[in-house]
T-cell receptor, first 112, second 115 residues
Framework: GQSLEQPSEVTAVEGAIVQINCTYQTSGFYGLSWYQQHDGGAPTFLSYNGLDGLEETGRFSSFLSRSDSYGYLLLQELQMKDSASYFCAVRDLTGSARQLTFGSGTQLTVLP | ETGVTQTPRHLVMGMTNKKSLKCEQHLGHNAMYWYKQSAKKPLELMFVYSLEERVENNSVPSRFSPECPNSSHLFLHLHTLQPEDSALYLC??????????????FGSGTQLSVL
């Protein structure tokens, strides 16, 4: 099975940088994904790390260290619209469906 | 707009009612999923369909019954639900089943309240 740990809440101010950590325990690791969900909205895919290192997409970056079973999502130049929940997820290949297992989510609040 | 549409957005039902949730994807994907999202909890995978065949059922009570008549449509039939079933029910699709970096495309969900 899988388990993921991420902080439940993070608060930061506009223009700042925030890092959301995710640690995982898994019997078979095949990459770490991040999803964003605004209140009342659909979760949307942000990034995927299959190998160690940093992946950058605009203001968002995601990092993975497989040896530490750890990753993070880095959000730079925070904007009010970044207030949302952020979920990390790992893929479990033990079942026939190779399902994604999600963390409980981190609620990010960006203050003016 | 993610290309995955769910109806209704909100549903209130009594414990003896029967209702259905509908999901439609316009992305030409081959896999579709039902997830349950409760407050402060991880998304729970309920059912997975690949090319209209169910490939996973994660120990979901029989009061939830999925149906996938074609690759674009997915239903979740509900009957004799319990108050603890109140949650946001999310539908998702992906191009194929569980590639390593397969992206899920989610609908906005149906917020279900069971009275």
């Amino acid at each position: 099975g899988q388990s993921l740990e991420q902080p439940s809440e993070v608060t930061a101010v506009e223009g700042a940088i925030v890092q959301i950590n995710c640690t995982y325990q898994t019997s078979g690791f095949y990459g770490l994904s991040w999803y964003q969900q605004h209140d009342g909205g659909a979760p949307t895919f942000l990034s995927y790390n299959g190998l160690d290192g940093l992946e950058e997409t605009g203001r968002f970056s995601s990092f993975l260290s497989r040896s530490d079973s750890y990753g993070y999502l880095l959000l730079q130049e925070l904007q009010m619209k970044d207030s949302a929940s952020y979920f990390c997820a790992v893929r479990d290949l033990t079942g026939s469906a190779r399902q994604l297992t999600f963390g409980s989510g981190t609620q990010l609040t960006v203050l003016p | 707009e993610t290309g995955v549409t769910q109806t209704p957005r909100h549903l209130v039902m009594g414990m003896t009612n029967k209702k259905s949730l509908k999901c439609e994807q316009h992305l030409g994907h081959n896999a579709m999923y039902w997830y349950k999202q409760s407050a402060k909890k991880p998304l729970e995978l309920m059912f997975v369909y690949s090319l209209e065949e169910r490939v996973e059922n994660n120990s979901v009570p029989s009061r939830f019954s999925p149906e996938c008549p074609n690759s674009s449509h997915l239903f979740l039939h509900l009957h004799t639900l319990q108050p603890e079933d109140s949650a946001l029910y999310l539908c998702a699709s992906s191009q194929n089943l569980a590639g390593l970096n397969e992206k899920l495309f989610f609908g906005s969900g149906t917020q279900l309240s069971v009275l």
